[in-house]
């Protein structure tokens, strides 16, 4: 049977890729991280990426994936969390998928995400300004969810309870 996709979007730490692989279990979805599908694809990491090719070559293979994901079914796209300044991203993510936004406090994202090399934008004197300046810059944009979820507030397992109650009134 086919089931319209469900696509993630939310800032780093969040909770996407964790909520994501529990919530495409329960609803039969297959998987797909978009960072990870463009790491095998470009054989390097995000962070290399980033340094030597710089953050627009990256948002452009972003676009390419997010594109190419959206003609197939079943899925659950857990987005890296700069997906959204694309409008074309937006767009394609409001049309073709069940769209959810995960929230958490920058408090909350900190202390998930510090200490961690792998986050190219938090490599910054003051990550946690970084963190703040972000989500303001963004918030519009994570704003478009068919439901926004604070995973900073509720237990993973309400989360996805309510994710799950939402989609199957989609």
Known sequence: MKKKNIALIGYMGTGKTTIGKRLARRLGLSFVDTDAYI???????ISRIFEQEGEPAFR???????AALAEEENLLISTGGGIVLSEQ?????????????????????YSRVR???DRPLLQEADPY???VDMLEARKPYY?????????DELSEKICIERIVEAYQKS
């Not at 790491?39 to 990491?45: C, R």
């Not at 991203?89 to 929230?103: I, S």
């Not at 704003?143 to 995973?151: L, M, V």
């Open 39 to 45: 790491e095998k694809q470009q054989g390097k990491s």
């Open 60 to 66: 452009r293979m972003e676009e390419s994936v997010l």
């Open 89 to 109: 991203n937006r767009k394609l993510l409001k049309e073709r998928t069940f769209l959810v936004t995960l929230t958490a406090s920058p408090g909350a994202i």
């Open 129 to 131: 300004q970084k963190i």
């Open 143 to 151: 704003e478009i969810g068919n439901i926004i979820i604070p995973t």
């Open 115 to 117: 200490g961690n090399t």
